[in-house]
């Protein structure tokens, strides 16, 4: 009687607020370009863990490397977790984000595939473990620059801010 | 012997360039604040001045924010004995007298407010370095009576100033170079209808700096020391000054009070300020400086300068989330 008192509502609980009681953490790593000082890490690590949708960071102070731990029952935005690095003064090098297959195929709520499109080599398709992100946002200039070529000449339209993104 | 210990610092520190920062205690980077996060920079400078034997000191404290990730505005507020807060009446007397034992010592009092803004126009960002530029322009608004030729905004003459920021990271390498220009305004006294200017002045910093220690980071507590070597060469126009209407034309006292007519003459000179930095938690930072004549010299100080300086950021209270270093 009283074990049929705590789980009906538990149950009820789990049916109404699904993401909010199990949040789908997995990790984004981002590496940060133009800085060295442990001052500035600080001040990236910072301006990253402010994100909504970021329950915690770990940077790597001698790679400069930021292990973001993301809350995928969350509306997610790679724009604004990349703008966060700008906000503290520094770049993106590289953007690398858990592949559909690790999150279950849900991203924002809908089909992980529709989110995502690659452009990369032909030969890991569907084998990856995380993608790569591409954008004026997710890289340094130079390689975003080679990437756009490739992208203007697939004739793409890079939609970043209906969350679809490039990957390789 | 100044000089050549200088020069060995100078050989010194850029034979170690592998171990640098860009947290220059005198010149500003071209890297600006983060966006939307503060910071305060107490800063202290001590002096001798040798023709009296006084120690002449200052207090400044500064306020910073990064108005965007490009955008920074600070305001330093400056305390100091340097000056009178306005000329006596007798100004001539006052010229050639004031920096003597028995002329009667200024006090301290609120020296000026400087208000500078910075705005980074180029970024070229690669891993573990960076070369960045931004241009800068500065305003001060001084309640003392500046008496020598070479105008300061920081916080001596009332005026304005701007410049180019040009700083180059590598790994733990970096050295900035930045060229400004000074326009100090009219001082005006109406009592004795004085009006004193300074002269423009343009002048050159390059500073670089290295750090000791740690050698490889494990947390964000691991105390910084770094080390810096900064120079700057700096040239200035002659003073004008005016009584009555009439110029008062300071070559005729180059034989009599030779000091004070080099320090209204227009000149140049080079300095140097070496200073050794710690910065615990990643965060607050404790810079210890002293400033040497290396050429001519600045008739706004005497060397060697000693300066003490405080600086933190405050980020501000984050939400209870968790963070790992």
């Known amino acids: 009687m009283y074990l049929k008192a705590i789980l009906v509502p538990f149950i009820f609980l789990l049916a109404a607020f699904p993401g909010k ?29 402010r994100v909504a949708f970021v329950k915690s960071v770990h940077m790597n102070l001698n790679k400069n490397e930021a292990a973001v ?63 790569t992100l ?35 | 012997m100044i000089f050549r210990w200088a020069i060995f610092f100078s050989v010194f520190s850029i034979c170690l360039n592998g171990f640098t920062q860009e947290l220059f205690p005198r010149a500003e980077p071209a890297s600006t604040v983060p966006k939307g996060v503060s910071g305060f920079r107490f800063f202290y400078n001590r002096y001798k001045e040798q023709s009296s034997g006084r120690t002449k000191e200052g207090f400044y404290l500064r306020y910073m924010l990064g108005i965007t990730s490009k955008w920074t505005v600070m305001s330093t507020l400056g305390i100091s004995n340097h000056h009178y807060s306005a000329f006596p009446t007798d100004i001539l007397q006052y010229f050639f007298n004031h920096h003597l034992r028995g002329y009667p010592p200024a006090g301290f ?52 100033g701007g410049g180019i920021i040009a700083t180059y990271l590598y790994e733990r390498f970096a050295a900035s170079v930045t060229a400004g220009y000074i326009h100090p305004l009219v001082y ?102 002293v400033t040497l004549a290396l050429k001519n010299r600045s008739y706004n100080y005497w060397a060697p300068m000693f300066t003490l300086q405080y600086q933190t950021y405050l980020y501000g209270k984050r939400k209870s989330k968790k963070k790992h270093s």
């Open chain 1, 21 to 49: 009681l199990f949040a789908q953490l997995d990790t984004v790593k981002i590496g940060v370009n133009g800085l060295t000082c442990s001052s500035c890490s600080k001040a990236v690590e910072d301006k990253l863990v």
């Open chain 1, 69 to 131: 731990i993301v809350d995928f029952s969350q509306t997610i935005d790679w724009n604004v977790l990349a703008k966060a690095v700008y906000n503290a003064g520094f770049s993106v090098g590289s953007f690398i984000v858990p592949s559909c297959g690790s999150i279950n195929n849900n991203f924002n709520g809908k089909e992980c595939s529709a989110s995502y499109l690659y452009i990369g080599q032909p030969v890991t398709l569907g084998q990856e473990k995380n993608y």
């Open chain 1, 134 to 168: 591409i954008g004026k946002l997710f890289m340094d200039k130079k390689t975003y620059t080679e990437w756009k070529k490739k992208i203007d000449k697939l004739a793409l339209v890079e939609k970043s801010n209906v969350n679809q993104y490039f990957y390789y």
């Open chain 2, 109 to 160: 009092q609120i020296e000026g407010v400087n208000v500078y803004t910075k705005y980074r126009f180029y970024t070229l960002d690669k891993y573990h370095q960076h070369f960045r530029m931004a241009a800068f322009a500065e305003g001060c608004k001084s309640f003392v009576a500046h008496d020598s030729a070479e105008p300061t905004l920081m916080t001596d003459n009332t005026g304005y």
């Open chain 2, 188 to 289: 005006k006294q109406t009592d004795i209808d004085i009006r004193f200017q300074s002269g423009n002045a343009t002048y050159i910093e390059l500073s670089t700096g290295y750090r000791v220690w740690p050698l490889e980071y494990s947390t964000y507590s691991d105390l910084n020391i770094n080390l810096y070597a900064e120079f700057m060469w700096k040239s200035y126009g002659m003073a004008h000054l005016e009584q009555y209407g009439q110029t008062i034309h300071f070559d005729k006292f180059a034989s009599s009070n030779p000091y004070s007519y080099q320090e209204l003459s227009g000149s140049s000179y080079i300095d140097s300020r070496f200073s050794v930095q710690f910065i615990s938690n990643s965060n607050t930072r404790i810079d210890f400086g």
